[in-house]
């Protein structure tokens, strides 16, 4: 599984990635977004506080993961959004695993890490 939580300005999100059954992120996204749709944490700006609350909410996940609790009990198929604006949280269902998924079918086509040209990652965040 992947406990998956992110923050950019006021808001965050986080999900559970393949987890008992859950959809993969390669499930939900099967494509990357272009490189120049994306926005970075510099670019951005990140507030402490937003990043936080998504933090507690990721290492409460894991702890659920790591006792096998029930799908239903975890976020996974479902995402949780932040809105630290007006502090507010909606979960909003995620698409089923896919059949055909590029990672987690029966027959992957991705098999190792891919760099996406011009995208974010850890090359482009500052130490």
Same mark, same amino acid.
């Given at each position: 599984?992947?406990?998956?939580?992110?923050?950019?300005?006021?808001?965050?999100?986080?999900?559970?990635?393949?987890?008992?059954?859950?959809?993969?992120?390669?499930?939900?996204?099967?494509?990357?977004?272009?490189?120049?749709?994306?926005?970075?944490?510099?670019?951005?700006?990140?507030? #402490?506080?937003?990043?936080?609350?998504?933090? !507690?909410?990721?290492?409460?996940?894991? +702890?659920?993961?790591?006792? *096998?609790? &029930?799908?239903?009990?975890?976020?996974? #198929?479902?995402?949780?959004?932040?809105?630290? !604006?007006?502090?507010?949280?909606?979960? +909003?269902?995620?698409?089923? *695993?896919? &059949?055909?998924?590029?990672?987690?079918?029966?027959?992957?086509?991705?098999?190792?890490?891919?760099?996406?040209?011009?995208?974010?990652?850890?090359?482009?965040?500052?130490?």
């Amino acid at each position: 599984p992947l406990v998956s939580g992110s923050a950019l300005r006021l808001e965050g999100q986080l999900t559970v990635y393949n987890y008992e059954g859950g959809p993969c992120y390669r499930c939900v996204f099967p494509e990357p977004p272009p490189p120049e749709s994306v926005t970075d944490c510099s670019d951005g700006g990140v507030v #402490g506080p937003v990043v936080g609350v998504i933090g !507690s909410l990721q290492a409460m996940e894991v +702890i659920k993961v790591a006792m *096998r609790k &029930p799908k239903e009990e975890v976020m996974s #198929g479902r995402l949780l959004l932040y809105d630290a !604006s007006c502090c507010t949280f909606r979960n +909003i269902r995620l698409r089923a *695993r896919r &059949p055909d998924c590029a990672m987690c079918s029966e027959s992957p086509t991705i098999t190792a890490l891919q760099t996406v040209p011009g995208a974010a990652g850890p090359q482009s965040c500052p130490a």
